[in-house]
């Protein structure tokens, strides 16, 4: 169901309908004199209508907001429009002949009212464009502080058990030598009293002999040996043999506190150190539809101190080259964080190769030009034109259905660098339009005229964004087309002065616009602003022929590749 305008955020993207009576058509324009909400085709019906074909229409982002109808409460029949300059409440005309007023000056309240918006859109675009995004960087960080926490307390953990382990082992090794050093003692104990007792067992055994002896004396019938026993001087019994007591070893329990054993274990301290506050990025300009994150934010201030110190070499040297093999030309090429690179034929071919033109995997798709592109988390990306979906690949080869398109047949796509952002060259129908995606493919802007309401495009077969957020589109209708951030023509680049039909095209961190020229065999360099600057020409040191791609890596080097299968790079920075 569509909403009204006053059921929506100034920066919703929500469908709006068309305010022409019986049109159901998406809103895209608002007449800042009537105050009427417009789509394409109504908004060019207005203009040719000589009533107000001087009315000031723009895009209904940019339209200026009518005040609220609010009735006076003295006046009844009557608009609050005016604002009492003096006093500072608004009222309707008819209160400015009162005595309270009287000799006040006043102010048209729908300017006061459009001032307000605007400082408050303002006031918006700060929340959402530094307070939010920086909040939500804190949050990251928090998060990054929280798993390491728990990371070093869990290396804490396991390293105390280890030690713990570590003690036990050399409690059990001291036990074992110390109950060993008792069972040898106990045995040399235990040996002396066997003796003692082998020795008592002898001296028993010489008593009853002894005894059987003395009974022989005794007996009638042999006293003979009495007669020899009284001849004996004396009768002598041995003493009993002397032993000894044993004298037990003595156990003395060790003296130890959980103290003692704390220190064995090692001890935990927290560092007497006050936290560092986290640092909080400074508030800088940024366009509602660009969201810096603070990663992006530090990768552009790399880029502006590279920039600082490099410019375009007078010489363009060849650093390598190889060859697609099975292809029939290299028409686009992205490179993925891997240093590795996916190119593509005109016949749908997809591939991925390492940096001699090997191999890796292969996709077959719809084919096009400039119809892939890697985005910030190292996905590939591609349009199916014949599906009207843009796949996602992950980097466990995963193919998903990402974006659909519609009606819209999606012929190029770019990964914006600076947020992630997603632009997609697109057409319907003899229309042709460039759609930026967020990173989580909701749309969030369509660019298809310039002010005059004139078509930007026809064929925008090669996207790309440059370093300041203008978008920058190889149309094969003879010209290079940019706009900036906010969707606005800045300059179109028809080639030097012949037939001009673009193929390929990239920016670097300079700035540079780099677009291939197939008829001439040359690159084009531009600078930000549409201004000529070289070419990257056909000569036999240089060997450019034919050119369809260009891209550029994250050491400056431009990669070029040609119909005639080949890819080169140079360097062509100082």
């Known amino acids: 169901m569509a909403l009204s305008e006053s059921q929506i955020p100034p920066d919703a993207q929500h469908y709006l309908v068309c305010g022409t009576e019986d049109c159901e058509k998406n809103c895209q ?126 290396g804490i953990r396991t390293a105390m058990k280890a030690e713990a382990e570590f003690v036990k082992r050399m409690v059990d090794a001291v036990t074992s030598d110390k109950i060993e050093q008792v069972n040898k003692i106990e045995q040399s104990l235990l040996q002396t009293l066997n003796g003692q007792n082998q020795e008592i067992d002898d001296f028993i055994n010489y008593l009853n002999d002894l005894i059987q002896t003395y009974y022989g004396y005794l007996s009638p019938s042999k006293i003979e040996n009495l007669t020899l026993s009284l001849k004996s001087k004396s009768l002598k019994i041995r003493p009993v043999p002397e032993t000894s007591k044993p004298v037990p070893p003595v156990f003395t329990a060790g003296q130890h506190s959980k103290e003692d054993v704390a220190k064995l274990l090692g001890r935990i301290t927290v560092p007497n150190t006050k936290p560092e506050n986290r640092k909080i990025k400074p508030m800088e300009t940024a366009s509602t539809q660009l969201k810096p994150t603070g990663k992006q934010k530090k990768q552009n201030r790399e880029k502006s101190d590279v920039k600082q110190t490099l410019c375009l070499s007078s010489s363009v040297t060849k650093v390598r080259e190889y060859t697609v093999p099975g292809f029939n030309g290299v028409f686009h090429i992205s490179l993925d964080k891997s240093g590795r690179l996916w190119v593509s034929d005109g016949t749908g071919k997809l591939i991925q190769t390492d940096l001699q033109g090997n191999q890796l995997q292969k996709i077959q798709t719809s084919g096009g030009y400039g119809y892939h592109t890697v985005t910030q988390d190292g996905d590939l990306i591609y349009t199916d034109n014949r599906n009207k979906v843009i796949n996602r690949i992950t980097p466990d080869n995963t193919i998903t259905e990402f974006i659909k398109t519609g009606d819209w047949e999606p012929l190029s796509i770019h990964s914006s660098h600076i947020n992630g952002d997603i632009l997609v060259g697109m057409i319907k129908y003899r229309k042709a339009k460039v759609t930026r995606y967020n990173k989580t493919g909701t749309e969030i802007q369509n660019i298809q005229r310039n002010n005059n309401g004139q078509a930007l495009y026809r064929y925008p077969h090669y996207v790309t964004e440059n370093i300041n957020g203008d978008v920058c589109v190889s149309d094969y209708d003879n010209a290079v087309v940019v706009v900036d951030k906010s969707g606005q023509h800045r300059f179109s680049y028809t080639g030097q002065g012949s037939l001009f039909y673009p193929y390929g095209i990239c920016t670097n961190v300079l700035g540079h616009i780099l677009v291939c020229f197939s008829i001439s065999n040359t690159v084009h360099f531009l600078d930000q602003d549409g201004r000529f600057l070289m070419s990257l020409l056909p000569t036999e040191q240089q060997g450019v022929e034919d050119p369809r791609s260009v891209c550029v890596d994250d050491e400056n080097n431009l990669w070029v590749g040609q119909i005639t299968r080949t890819v080169t790079v140079y360097k062509y920075l100082q």
């Open 29 to 154: 324009f608002y007449c800042n004199d009537c105050h009427l909400r417009m789509c394409e085709l109504c908004m060019g019906e207005h203009q040719k209508n000589k009533k107000t074909k001087n009315h000031e229409v723009v895009h209904y982002k940019q339209r200026k907001r009518r005040i609220p109808v609010v009735k006076c409460k003295i006046h009844p029949t009557k608009d609050i429009d005016l604002l009492c300059e003096e006093c500072q409440i608004p009222l309707c005309s008819k209160c400015t002949a009162t005595k309270e007023h009287r000799g006040h000056i006043f102010t048209d309240l729908e300017i006061v009212f459009a001032e307000k918006v605007s400082q408050y859109q303002e006031e918006i675009d700060k929340i959402q464009n530094y307070f939010e995004p920086v909040s939500q960087d804190v949050k990251i960080e928090i998060a990054g502080d929280v798993t390491e926490i728990k990371k070093i307390m869990e």
